[in-house]
């Protein structure tokens, strides 16, 4: 099984991803971005496509290739970046959520959750 490894190739990737959304929302022109028309239907309209990709991404994990697997996980990953463009959440603010859980197992992290 391959491993996940290779978080400076895909920190370089979600960074420049993060610089396109940034740049394609300051030029606000929804005739020629997509980014820029999702945004402009705003954090509802965002909201569906992070729900439609994640099926997207659960169905080919399910039953398709790898390749297919990677591009659909791809897709997530930009709709998530521009749902949280629509909302004003930085990624600063994501990445302090995930350095907030780290040394904790996934399971007692979520036990905690409900529990809140």
């Known amino acids: 099984m391959t491993q996940l490894a290779s978080p400076a190739?895909?920190?370089a990737a979600l960074a420049h991803l993060a610089e396109t959304i940034?740049?394609?929302a300051a030029e606000g022109d929804a005739g020629k971005?997509?980014?820029a028309k999702l945004l402009a239907?705003?954090?509802d309209a965002c909201a569906a496509k992070?729900?439609?990709e994640g099926g997207e991404l659960a169905d080919a994990v399910?039953?398709?290739s790898d390749a297919r697997v990677a591009s659909e996980a791809a897709d997530v990953l930009y709709h998530v970046f521009?749902?949280?463009r629509s909302r004003g959440v930085s990624l600063d603010d994501v990445a302090a959520s995930l350095e907030?859980?780290?040394g904790t197992s996934g399971i007692d992290e979520k036990a905690a959750r409900d529990k809140a």
Do not use: N
């Open 9 to 11: 190739r895909l920190g």
């Open 22 to 24: 940034d740049a394609r």
């Open 33 to 35: 971005s997509w980014t």
């Open 41 to 43: 239907k705003g954090p």
């Open 50 to 52: 992070v729900a439609e």
């Open 62 to 64: 399910r039953s398709e």
């Open 82 to 84: 521009v749902a949280l």
């Open 100 to 102: 907030a859980r780290q």
